[in-house]
Every structure is written in structure tokens, then in C-alpha cells.
């Protein structure tokens, strides 16, 4: 899934990126009420994670701006300091699908973004990705071209995920070391042309009679398009 954590406690947001990234999600986060209203209103997430107090625009207000002013359909996982029930029976009110009192284990996080992930609209539109002849997944780590199947390494399905999910946007080169590798303290300068590269040769140099999806756009990054 692709997942935004809006979490001004950078502490808990960057462990909880590192543990979703690790179960295969790709994760934005933001630090503020400010950027995560932002982010959430304009990119097509499956799950927004969304603390209570924040700077800038607390979490009440995002959900229920999200929810009546821009019809965002992503679920939203509320997490909060507060244990009062008012609180909670609020955040429900005003569009919250879920809540997670703090302080909380990543496995129950986890066990309340799988039980989220799996509502029937979720799983029609998230689980399988499809751009031009190349499928993607996620429930079996199957990418196939045509009929062929293609064997991709962790790391490279995760890049082609982001890829396919951002289809026909272009993508620049710093948003890719974000999104794929952020918090990897081994990645270097050519670490996204790299794996570019290698899933070229998987996806695009053995279908030569087929448009080429992975393209390079100079000076700004890269998109995967039909044409
Ligand atoms: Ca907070």
C-alpha cells in the first residue's frame, strides 16, 4: 500500500516509516498539519496515518477538511495521546475509519493498517496494478509482461510499484531516493539510475516489439508510460 504518516514526533514517525517499508508499503511522512493536509489532498494514498496534536493544523481539522471539502476516500488510521472516549467518538464522527490511543505496539499499528488495507474497495483498487501489458501483484510478488513472468528482487518491485502507482507522472530522480530508499544510509548518487537499469533489462529490453514503459526524461527524472 501506499501509505502517508503525518507524525510531528519524528522519532515514532521515522520507526514507523522503517517498520511499513519493511512489510513492503511505500511511505510518505510529514512533520507538520501543514504538509500532511497537503500531501493527503493531493496524492492518492491507501492509508493515512494521522496523529491528533500536530503544529500548524491539528489532526481533526485535516480529517474533516479531507473528508467534506475534498471527498479523499483514503482511509485514515487516527492516533492519539488522549484516551478520552469524546475524542474518539469525535474523530469517528467527523470521517476517521480507525483510532490507535498512544503509546501503542508496532504490531497492533500493524494489525489495524492490514485489517484497514483489506476493505473489498482497497483490495480491487490496490493489489493489482496494471500499466500497458505489465502486471503487477502485491498480493503474490508477481509481475508478469504479456504472459511472461518476471522475477524482480525486493528492492526493484518496490521501485516498480512506485513507478507503476505514479504512471505517466514524470518522477525526479530525489523523489525516488525518498519514497524507495529514504532512511538507507548505504544508498549513493547513482543508486536510482542503477536500479533503473536493472529493471530495464527485466521489464523493457526483452520485449523488444513492445513500447519501451520505462522512460528517461532529461534534466528531470524518470516516468513509466505506455507512450
Ligand atoms: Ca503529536
Not at 34 to 39: H, I, M, P, T
Not at 117 to 129: F, H, I, M, Q, Y
Not at 189 to 210: A, M, S, W
Amino acid at each position: 500500500m501506499k501509505i502517508l504518516i503525518v507524525e510531528d514526533e519524528e522519532k515514532i514517525a521515522n520507526s514507523l516509516k522503517r517498520g511499513l517499508e519493511q512489510e513492503s508499503h511505500v511511505v510518505d511522512v510529514a512533520y507538520d498539519g501543514e504538509v500532511g493536509y497537503d500531501l493527503a489532498s493531493g496524492e492518492n494514498y491507501d492509508l493515512i496515518i494521522l496523529d491528533l496534536m500536530l503544529p500548524k493544523i491539528d489532526g481533526m481539522t485535516i480529517c474533516k477538511k479531507l473528508r467534506q471539502d475534498d471527498d479523499v476516500p483514503s482511509p485514515i488510521l487516527m492516533l492519539t495521546a488522549r484516551s478520552s472516549v469524546e475524542d474518539r467518538v469525535k474523530g469517528l464522527n467527523i470521517g476517521a475509519d480507525d483510532y490507535l490511543p498512544k503509546p501503542f505496539s508496532f504490531e497492533e499499528l500493524l494489525a489495524r493498517v492490514t485489517a484497514l488495507g483489506r476493505r473489498p474497495w482497497e483490495v480491487a483498487k490496490d493489489s493489482v496494478l496494471k500499466v500497458g501489458g505489465l502486471t503487477l501483484d502485491k498480493t503474490t510478488f508477481e509481475v508478469t509482461r504479456g504472459n511472461k513472468q518476471i522475477k524482480l528482487s525486493r528492492k526493484e518491485f518496490t521501485l516498480l510499484e512506485y513507478l507503476m502507482r505514479n504512471s505517466g507522472k514524470i518522477i525526479s530522480k530525489d523523489t525516488l531516493m525518498e519514497s524507495v530508499w529514504e532512511y538507507e544510509a548505504d544508498i549513493l548518487p547513482n543508486t536510482v539510475e542503477v536500479y533503473i537499469g536493472y529493471l530495464r533489462k527485466k521489464i523493457d529490453e526483452p520485449f523488444k516489439d513492445q513500447p519501451r514503459l520505462i522512460q528517461t526524461v532529461r534534466g528531470f527524472g524518470y516516468k513509466l508510460a505506455v507512450n
